[in-house]
């Protein structure tokens, strides 16, 4: 399974690293992702990156602030996110499925979540 590290609370502008780390299976033939979920709202899309990090889709409200990335020898996904603002609170799932397409719809493995709170 997958299991989402570094979330936490933070000030307005602040910055936090989030890793996703497969437990017991190996990340490298998998595209890997990261989405959200705000109170009261829909899990949304955040960001996600191929197997090998050539192909990289980043949802607009976050593009410029939030920045994906991988290590498969570390066996890690991480998702960067600078600027932080009080509308990115949230609990932050990874997930991951052989195809990057489908982050579109319903990726087949996920994590448990962390949670992320921006607020001053």
């Known amino acids: 399974h997958l299991v989402e590290s570094g979330g936490g609370s933070v000030q307005p502008g602040g910055s936090l690293s989030l890793s996703c780390v497969g437990s017991g299976r190996s990340l490298d033939i998998y595209a890997v992702g990261w989405f959200r979920q705000a109170p009261g709202k829909e899990r949304a899309f955040i960001a996600a990156i191929s197997w090998n990090g050539d192909q990289i889709n980043t949802e607009d409200s976050v593009r410029g602030r939030f920045t994906i990335s991988r290590d498969n020898a570390r066996n890690t996904v991480s998702l960067q996110m600078d600027m932080l603002e009080p509308e990115d609170t949230a609990v932050y799932y990874c997930?991951?499925?052989?195809?990057?397409?489908?982050?579109?719809?319903?990726?087949?493995?996920w994590g448990q979540g962390t949670q992320v709170t921006v607020s001053s």
């Open positions: 997930a991951a499925d052989l195809q990057l397409g489908q982050f579109l719809y319903t990726p087949e493995i």
